[in-house]
């Protein structure tokens, strides 16, 4: 294991947020840069304790999204591996925004692999790329 902390320093992991999306084109296909702009935080939820052992903590958030949407999520810490899980389930009933959720890295990389149902693509991690 290593001693080296995944979220930045002063940063929260795991906050979600909500963001407006209004593309210029293409409904549910195109998310504009300028999203970044227009999101606000979704809250906090309230946690529970669901199981402690020795070798294992589930946490449980029920987490109210906005009026109409709400999100419930696991949060699974095991000792054996070092790692945590994240189970999340979302009821979500809004129309133009969309969610996301943050967990602000401090690593240093000029660019960021995401897997997709077909492969893999890779984007920069900075927005000049000239």
């Known amino acids: 294991m290593s001693s080296h902390e995944a979220v930045a320093p002063d940063q929260l992991g795991n906050v979600f947020?909500?963001?407006?999306?209004?593309p210029t084109a293409w409904d549910a296909w195109?998310?504009?840069?300028?999203?970044?702009e227009k999101g606000w935080d979704a809250g906090v939820g309230?946690?529970?304790?669901?199981?402690a052992g020795p070798l294992r903590v589930v946490i449980g958030v029920k987490h109210p999204l906005?009026?109409?949407?709400?999100?419930?999520?696991?949060?699974i810490i095991t000792a054996a591996d070092g790692k945590i899980?994240?189970?999340t389930k979302?009821?979500?009933?809004?129309n133009r925004?969309?969610?996301k959720?943050?967990?602000p890295l401090n690593v240093n990389c000029d660019y960021a692999t995401y897997e997709t149902q077909f492969g893999y693509i890779q984007r920069p991690t900075h927005y000049n790329t000239s």
Do not use: G, M, N, P
Not at 66 to 75: D, F
């Open 17 to 22: 947020k909500i963001f407006e999306d209004i």
């Open 30 to 36: 195109d998310v504009e840069v300028y999203h970044l």
């Open 46 to 51: 309230l946690a529970a304790v669901e199981e």
């Open 66 to 75: 906005t009026a109409a949407s709400t999100l419930e999520q696991r949060i």
């Open 85 to 87: 899980e994240f189970e």
């Open 90 to 94: 979302v009821d979500w009933h809004e």
């Open 97 to 99: 925004v969309f969610l």
């Open 101 to 103: 959720v943050e967990f």
